[in-house]
């Protein structure tokens, strides 16, 4: 069963940081390359970013390359997703899942995490 948890979310000022934690059972997390997703107001769902199994290997949307920072503690079955110089256009609802091609893999998701991002 595919279970995805998502937390550390929250209201924050422009300039700020955020950390965002995934938390996936470990069939769902396992030897799979995992991201992160997010969906503004009004807006499609978009790839952030993705890191694979060994964590040696990390890819990032081009826009938001040098904010974001992502990570994993495999023992944990955990995920990470650091957020420094956040800007009000970050504003979304953020998702984890496994990723291929900077495509979700699971057509199951979490409840997602709300990231608001003040002027």
């Known amino acids: 069963q595919v279970q995805l948890v998502e937390s550390g979310g929250g209201l924050v000022q422009a300039g700020e940081s955020l950390r965002l934690s995934c938390a996936a059972s470990?069939?769902?997390?396992?030897?799979?390359?995992m991201g992160w997703f997010r969906q503004g107001p009004g807006k499609e769902r978009e790839f952030v970013a993705a890191?694979?199994?060994?964590?040696?290997?990390?890819d990032y949307a081009d826009s938001l390359k040098g904010r974001f920072t992502i990570s994993r503690d495999n023992a944990k079955n955990t995920m990470y997703l650091q957020m420094n110089s956040l800007k009000p256009e970050d504003t979304a609802v953020y998702y984890c899942?496994?990723?291929?091609?900077?495509?979700?893999?699971?057509?199951?998701w979490g409840q997602g995490t709300q990231v608001t991002v003040s002027s």
């Open positions: 899942n496994r990723v291929v091609a900077r495509r979700p893999a699971l057509n199951s």
């Open positions: 470990g069939r769902t997390f396992s030897n799979y390359r």
């Open positions: 890191i694979n199994w060994y964590g040696d290997s990390t």
